[in-house]
Antibody
Framework: EVQLVESGGGLVQPGGSLRLSCAAS????????MSWVRQAPGKGLEWVAN????????YYVDSVKGRFTISRDNAKNSLDLQMNSLRVEDTAVYYC????????WGQGTLVTVSS | DIQMTQSPSAMSASVGDRVTITCRAS??????LAWFQQRPGKVPKRLIY???SLQNGVPPRFSGSASGTEFTLTISSLQPEDFATYYC?????????FGPGTKVDIK
């Protein structure tokens, strides 16, 4: 059974940083692209970033370019999202998901950016 | 960026109704289109991939079709558990983009 468990969310002030992690199990992690998707409170879904199987390619939505960095550790079956220079508008539930087509999702972790 | 529009944005329907939701892409995306269901307070769940392939475990009352840049999700006979918000996603080119969602509630 595919399992994705996010962690690392919390309350942070504007301009601050957070690092989200996603622990994966139940599938061959190294064979899959991985993605981050977010959902602001009461809003729709927004794709944030994804990363190739070997970490060699990374793509981001424009609003996070230069501030967020996606990475992975295939030996540990883990996916990370380093978020710097956080803004109020980054407040959302962040989900990790498998592959480009987002086949499976984790339960999400809430990031709140507020002073 | 490829823009995804959905119609309607919301609808009311009854159990047993046939429901159709449309998603339009601003440019060609081949069949790189998926549909997701999100029940209130729950995690999104993929229903359809490659525009018309049913995800394992999803009831066959759900189906997807495509015509050019127009994609359709059909629920043949709405069930109580289908009241939810539905999103389309294009993953043909970056940045991937979701439609704004269609909320289906009880009439």
């Amino acid at each position: 059974e595919v399992q994705l468990v996010e962690s690392g969310g919390g309350l942070v002030q504007p301009g601050g940083s957070l690092r989200l992690s996603c622990a994966a199990s139940g599938f061959t992690f190294s064979n899959n692209w991985m993605s981050w998707v977010r959902q602001a409170p009461g809003k729709g879904l927004e794709w944030v970033a994804n990363i190739k199987r070997d970490g060699g390619e990374k793509y981001y939505v424009d609003s996070v370019k230069g501030r967020f960095t996606i990475s992975r550790d295939n030996a540990k079956n883990s996916l990370d999202l380093q978020m710097n220079s956080l803004r109020v508008e980054d407040t959302a539930v962040y989900y990790c998901a498998t592959d480009g087509g987002l086949s499976y999702w984790g339960q999400g972790t809430l990031v709140t950016v507020s002073s | 960026d490829i823009q995804m529009t959905q119609s309607p944005s919301a609808m009311s329907a009854s159990v047993g109704d046939r429901v159709t939701i449309t998603c339009r892409a601003s440019q060609g995306i081949s069949n790189s289109l998926a549909w997701f269901q999100q029940r209130p307070g729950k995690v999104p769940k993929r229903l359809i991939y490659a525009s018309s392939s049913l995800q394992n475990g999803v009831p066959p009352r759900f189906s997807g079709s495509a015509s050019g840049t127009e994609f359709t999700l059909t629920i043949s006979s709405l069930q109580p558990e289908d009241f939810a918000t539905y999103y389309c996603l294009q993953h043909k080119s970056y940045p991937f983009t979701f439609g704004p969602g269609t909320k289906v509630d009880i009439k």
